[in-house]
């Protein structure tokens, strides 16, 4: 090629097949420049988009003490490139870190499907050492039995002290008031003790940072949207954003698992016979309790999720309404369950 041959352009233009066809073709240029009539076609079928198939709230959203400019979600970002016909592809490059911490710096590159061309890339970083995922609000373990988070404080009028409540997993065990064992353990902020429990939550928040950056460069909508700052209310003091839940199916709790057990006509005392009313009777399998690991990725899951003390409440509302029971008493199953469904809103 060249000197005086203008290089090929990788710039996103749309131009409408006919008159009469409005919202036509989805084409790349080939040419050296884009007209502003290309340019502005642009910017009105993205405006197009978020009035007609986003939903504000949803796919985009305005953070309080962030400016007027709305940020782009992830879901967002997904119609963006469903609209141009981009084509994600992702480079992961992981450092591991001390005490088991890692970190992932994502590289998203978009390509033009009909084209081939690459339109733009964008970068994200996540690590298990940002503040919500390294730490979490500490309860306090069994001496006995070695569970967190279920030691409860006793009612006085059954004595007080404090107990290992059954109906969180506990195994009963009671300690007296005053009892160093129980009252000089740490409690509140303290850092999580298995950082590879947030690998996959880490992974996929770098993943989506990248999407959107890539997204607003490939599509030039930074204009119409700002930077991806949904993640800002942890350093803007007062900001918030709310990202709805309403929206999601609610999953009916699933029946606990049962197991039958025929009681047979034995004998009872002396020579007795079973009561009728204690024939075939069934007996219910207690289940098996939620375990640390289960606890520790519901609280890294709801951590990213949620975006202000407000927002966090909201989402645990919703948690114990996916499970039916409350986040801290969960057994096995409901924990599956709740984190296959976080899972699901991570991406």
């Not at 009252?183 to 298995?194: I, Y």
């Not at 047979?264 to 009777?281: D, F, I, K, L, Q």
């Not at 645990?316 to 008493?329: K, N």
Request: charged letters at 25%; one cysteine or more.
């Amino acid at each position: 090629m060249s000197k005086d041959t203008p290089p090929e352009s990788t710039e996103l233009t749309v131009v409408n097949e006919s008159a009469d066809k409005p919202g036509g073709a989805v084409v790349v240029s080939e040419t050296a420049n884009l007209t502003p009539a290309q340019l502005r076609e642009n910017v009105n079928l993205i405006q197009a988009v978020m009035r007609e198939v986003m939903t504000d709230g949803e796919h985009f959203g305005t953070i309080p003490g962030c400016g007027n400019r709305p940020t782009l979600l992830k879901s967002g970002a997904e119609k963006l490139a469903l609209t141009f016909r981009l084509c994600p592809e992702y480079q992961i490059l992981e450092k591991d870190l001390e005490n088991e911490h890692k970190e992932f710096i994502i590289t998203c590159i978009l390509t033009h499907i009909p084209t081939g061309l690459i339109l733009g890339q964008g970068v994200g970083y996540a690590s298990t050492k940002e503040g919500k995922y390294r730490f979490r609000n500490a309860g306090l373990t069994c001496p006995e039995c070695g569970k967190m988070d279920t030691i409860i404080k006793g009612k006085a009028e059954y004595g007080g002290g404090w107990v290992c409540f059954n109906r969180k997993g506990g195994c009963g065990a009671k300690f007296p008031d005053g009892d160093d064992k129980i009252e000089k353990q740490e409690r509140g902020k303290v850092e999580h003790d298995n950082p590879p429990d947030y690998y996959n939550t880490v992974l996929k928040m770098a993943k989506k940072r990248a999407q959107v950056d890539a997204t607003l460069t490939a599509t030039a909508a930074s204009d119409i949207f700002t930077q991806d700052i949904e993640d800002m209310p942890e350093v803007i003091p007062g900001a918030s954003f709310h990202k709805p839940l309403e929206d999601i199916p609610p999953t009916q709790p699933a029946p606990p698992a049962q197991r039958s057990t025929r009681v047979a006509n034995v004998e009872y005392g002396s020579g007795g016979v079973c009561p009728p009313e204690h024939r075939g009777t069934t007996t219910q399998a207690p289940p098996a309790a939620m375990t640390d690991a289960q606890r520790g990725q519901i609280d890294a899951a709801i951590n990213a999720l949620s975006q202000s003390p407000e927002h966090r409440a909201q989402i645990v509302d919703w948690v114990e309404g996916i499970a039916g029971a409350p986040v801290d008493r969960l057994d096995a199953e409901q924990a599956a369950r709740v984190i296959q469904q976080l899972d699901a809103q991570l991406g």
